[in-house]
């Protein structure tokens, strides 16, 4: 049985769809002005892995994810660029598609952009303005009166007599309390706007997903998902409004993920630590990049550095070191090992147990390599099996052992020289032997002899 952590509840709780074996899920997506950083691989990575775990158990899952594709960090950076912003977001989402392919991050089967729902945040805004829960001071503006829902705060259990402390309304603000925020935004000059029936203006960022997600998934579902920086105000603002137009609870379970930190600051381009995801492939291998935030669990923090991302390329060169010189076949035996894969993925996406399986099923793999050959290969792919879930281990042994090669050494040559060594292994010909291993080393060569047969990788 699967449980879930609900940051709702605080409580792990166990699953169950509203309707039957379907999953409905909704996750907050990127705000497309900028490359993704880290930060944001982070979360897309967190939730391809439930995605992938709840197929992988049979749910019948529609999956989810938007994209705020006007706001006003737009705005602002189409400005600088010189551009109209659907240019800059177009070419923004583009990148975002080749990091994901890049870090084998499945497609959502939905990918709403805001400004294809305008209409229904019209529709959403009129029916709190007529239930009361919003207002349209005539400037343009309308806001959400936070103090007339009753469970504002129980996400994330904040009381509005502490968050009116110190809360202040602006010389340009019509609000009627500092805490109401606003549903929709009058235009200003040089913005980019649609009509609507309280004058030119764009929509408020919050009423975007309440929208886009009740549109794609019903009034209620199954999982809302985000980054733990989410949590307030976005995600305590889209229950706020979701539940008080439809009167029905928004979502049964909320999961949010921990954040990239960088010397214990959260990474982020409003502090200007971070990383975009294309930076770091350029340096470190995808997969290596992908194990490393599937390692730790999706809810704790994951300190970047380049100390944790070696141990992550060290961790997959152990698996694929398993993997290298067994043929691929279908996976055969290992069912303990399934189980215990199974009972920690079941256990909130218990990522950090479950990489301890695959480590002892190396482990097992390797004893069996040379007695048992068949055995230790149908445990390869049992290996490949459950390394997919976590979206790794799909690569050929030698391809990923042996990235980073091209432009520092031939293979052609490596591979010449390696049968002139076996050649003078075979003459016993041992001082030209060391010296051609030593001649592969000084080209940062690394060569693995095994039952007759050499493998070579680079040094790390």
């Given amino acids: 049985m699967l449980s879930i952590y609900n940051t709702l509840s605080k409580t792990k ?18 705000t497309v002005y900028d490359y993704c950083h880290l930060g944001h691989g982070r979360s897309m990575v967190a939730f391809d892995l439930v995605t992938r775990w709840l197929r992988k158990s049979g749910y019948e899952l529609t ?3 938007n994209i705020t594709d006007i706001d006003d960090k737009i705005i602002n950076r189409a400005n600088e660029n010189g551009e109209s912003f659907d240019a800059l977001t177009a070419r923004m989402i583009d990148a975002m598609h080749e990091d994901e392919r890049r870090l ?10 805001a400004t294809d729902h305008i209409p ?49 309304i602006e010389v340009d603000e019509a609000k009627q309390d500092p805490l109401d925020f606003v549903l ?52 305590e603002n889209e229950i706020a409004q979701s ?20 010397n214990g600051e959260k990474m982020s381009k409003s502090l200007n630590n971070f990383f975009t995801i294309r930076d770091v492939l350029d340096k470190y291998h995808p997969e290596v990049v992908r194990y490393l935030l599937v390692a730790s669990h999706y809810r704790s923090a994951i300190n970047y550095s380049e100390d ?35 009972v920690a993925m079941n256990d909130d996406f218990g990522t950090p147990e479950a990489c301890a399986v695959l480590f002892d099923l190396v482990r097992e793999i390797n004893r069996l390599r040379d007695s048992d050959p068949e055995a230790a290969a149908g445990l390869a792919g049992r290996l490949r ?57 000084a080209m940062g060569v690394v060569l693995e002899d095994s039952k007759g047969t050499t493998t070579w990788r680079l040094a790390d």
């Fill in 13 to 30: 709780e166990a699953f169950k769809p509203l309707d039957g074996n379907k999953v409905r899920m909704y996750v907050c997506g990127m």
């Fill in 63 to 65: 999956y989810v994810r």
């Fill in 104 to 113: 084998s991050i499945l497609k959502p089967d939905l990918e709403p952009r």
């Fill in 120 to 168: 229904g945040m019209h529709a959403m805004i009129q029916t709190l303005i007529d239930k009361g829960y919003a207002y349209a001071p005539g400037n343009g503006d309308v806001y959400y009166r936070v103090g007339k829902f009753v469970g504002y705060g129980k996400l994330s259990r904040k009381k509005i007599e502490d968050l009116r402390i110190g809360a202040r």
């Fill in 184 to 235: 929709w935004k009058g235009v200003k000059p040089g913005e980019p706007y649609w009509d609507s029936p309280w004058g030119p203006g764009r929509p408020g960022w919050h009423i975007e997903c309440s929208v886009m997600s009740t549109c794609c998934l019903g009034e209620s579902f199954d999982i809302h998902g985000g980054g733990s920086d989410l949590e307030f105000p976005h995600h």
């Fill in 243 to 262: 539940e008080a137009a439809t009167g029905k609870q928004y979502a049964n379970a909320w999961m949010h993920c921990g954040m990239i930190r960088i």
């Fill in 308 to 342: 944790s991302l070696r141990d992550a390329k060290g961790a997959l060169e152990r698996f694929y070191h398993a993997l290298r010189g067994l043929p691929r076949v279908a996976a055969q035996g290992g069912e303990a090992f399934v189980e215990r894969f199974t």
């Fill in 385 to 441: 099996e459950l390394g997919d879930v976590l979206g790794v281990l799909q690569l050929e042994a030698d391809d990923f052992l042996r990235a980073g090669a091209e432009g520092k050494v031939d293979a052609a040559e490596v591979e010449a020289l390696i049968q002139a060594r076996l050649q003078a292994r075979s003459d016993k010909n041992w001082a030209e032997s060391d010296r051609i291993r030593d001649q592969l080393a």
